[in-house]
């Protein structure tokens, strides 16, 4: 029988490039978007799910459950992104950014385990990002989102073994997406003391994100995941430098790294 894989935010970006790569695999795939009839013509299924609303997810699980009898796969990749400076930020959009990338993962992580319990298997990939194993300046609240959704998927994975569930994480570096679109931009304020460096930031960012890989990468890397017997605790993917930061951050010391990183971003 063929795999039911969940992907959530899968109307666009890395999720609509993995669903379209597993339905070519031969999986049963079922994406999600808070407003699907929006968008027409969609390569798989697309069905509602806000992932800050507890009853929008228990419907939505619900519902494949009641056509399919089974998710053998969640990919938890809703999110959004947050740029600014810590001071300027408004804290109140802090707390969205956590409602979606933190908690709204945790919140379908946890719809999914009775039915995964039930089955004695199942496999659960939360998207991070290779921003979330380091503070990143102007990009500190969503580094902090998705670094912790990397510790919690350590926890969880523990939790659950017993009941023959995997859960791992994959931490995608800059991809070709509509993610900066999407993202909360704190405005660059006239009497902001960060007026021209965030600026200039903000540039470098979003030239990063048009610059980046195809997210194609990410489908694949996916995919291999889930052929995979014992999957790994972490998986980055991206390219070298990006993948190599990480690496740079466990074995220099602390200041020699934040150097490293002002440079990069002139601050």
Do not use: W
């Not at 933190?102 to 939360?126: C, E, T, W, Y």
């Not at 009497?191 to 930031?201: A, E, L």
């Not at 998986?235 to 002002?262: A, T, W």
């Amino acid at each position: 029988m063929s795999k039911v894989v969940l992907i959530t935010g899968g109307s666009s970006g890395i999720g609509k490039s993995v669903g379209e790569f597993l339905v070519s695999k031969g999986f049963i795939v079922y994406g999600t978007s808070r407003n699907p009839s929006n968008i027409p013509n969609h390569p798989f299924n697309l069905i509602a799910l806000d992932v800050t609303q507890r009853a929008s997810i228990e419907s939505a699980i619900e519902y494949i459950i009641a056509k399919e009898g089974k998710i053998d796969v969640l990919v938890n990749n809703a999110g959004m992104g947050i740029t600014g400076p810590i001071e300027d930020t408004p804290t109140d959009e802090m707390r969205k950014v956590f409602e979606t990338n933190f908690f709204g993962a945790v919140d379908v992580m946890k719809a999914v385990l009775p039915q995964m319990r039930k089955q004695k298997s199942g496999l659960i990939i939360n998207i991070t990002s290779i921003a979330g194993y380091m503070g990143l300046p102007f990009r500190g609240i969503y580094s902090a989102t998705k670094g912790a959704l990397e510790i919690v998927t350590e926890a969880i994975r523990m939790e659950v073994k017993a009941f023959g569930i995997c859960v791992t994480s994959v931490a995608p570096g800059d991809f070709a997406t509509n993610i900066a679109s999407g993202r909360y931009h704190t405005p660059v304020f006239e009497n902001s003391p960060y007026k021209t460096v965030y600026q200039d930031n903000l540039d470098l960012m979003n030239a990063h994100v048009d610059e980046g890989s195809n997210p194609i990468q990410m489908a694949k890397a996916i995919y291999k995941i889930i052929n995979t017997s014992n999957p790994k605790v972490h998986y980055r993917v991206g390219d070298f430098i990006q993948k190599f930061s990480i690496v740079l951050k466990k074995i220099l010391p602390d200041k020699v790294y934040e150097k490293l990183l002002m440079n990069h971003y002139k601050l």
